[in-house]
T-cell receptor
């Protein structure tokens, strides 16, 4: 079965420091991986995705993520955190093409990022 | 503007009182789905629809119904809401070429 794990409920980082939000996945075929961010009382905003190609994916707001096939990971990173980056972050993987539910996104449980001044 | 519109944004209701959360998309996407978001559980799929008149259960369908009579609309129906359906609900549409578009969410409280 496909699954996504975000091992940290919360990540705390000081403003200006680099941040990493971890994500590991399990899929039977080639993974299509996504990161979304949710600010308080807001909907889901797309940050970036990996479909194929370069393992380092650049996205919105200065975020990037590195796809590591051998470690089945897709960690979200940013070189210098901002207080405004504080939010809830979700990693997601798309169900395999062989499934009848080919549009299904499987989400991790979410990681709250707190950036302190 | 391409978007998925959910209504209402906030809803407080009582146990057993039927309610409908509407979802509409203007992108002509065939695939639409509903998710619920709960703390520590992420988003879980409730129902999905591959096209008009084609719907199927997701991972947590109990207590919910959906319909897809036309491509743009995909309402979520709670025939007899219970407190364990208190949650944040998201509608989404999907097209392989353009990806996913999520609605702004509906925060439902059942008392």
């Amino acid at each position: 079965a496909q699954s996504v794990a975000q091992p940290e409920d919360q990540v705390n980082v000081a403003e200006g420091n680099p941040l990493t939000v971890k994500c590991t996945y399990s899929v039977s075929g080639n993974p299509y991986l996504f990161w979304y961010v949710q600010y308080p009382n807001r909907g889901l905003q797309f940050l970036l995705k990996y479909i194929t190609g370069d393992n380092l994916v650049k996205g919105s707001y200065g975020f990037e993520a590195e796809f590591n096939k051998s470690q089945t990971s897709f960690h979200l990173k940013k070189p210098s955190a901002l207080v405004s980056d504080s939010a809830l972050y979700f990693c997601a993987v798309r169900d395999s093409e062989g499934s009848s539910n080919t549009g299904k996104l499987i989400f991790g449980q979410g990681t709250t990022l707190q950036v302190k001044p | 503007e391409a978007q998925v519109t959910q209504n209402p944004r906030y809803l407080i209701t009582v146990t057993g009182k039927k309610l409908t959360v509407t979802c509409s998309q203007n992108m002509n996407h065939e695939y639409m789905s509903w998710y619920r978001q709960d703390p520590g559980l992420g988003l879980r799929q409730i129902y999905y629809s591959m096209n008009v008149e084609v719907t199927d259960k997701g991972d947590v369908p109990e207590g919910y119904k959906v319909s897809r009579k036309e491509k743009r609309n995909f309402p979520l129906i709670l025939e007899s809401p219970s407190p364990n359906q208190t949650s944040l609900y998201f509608c989404a549409s999907y097209l392989r070429a353009s990806g996913y578009t999520f609605g702004s969410g509906t925060r439902l409280t059942v008392v």
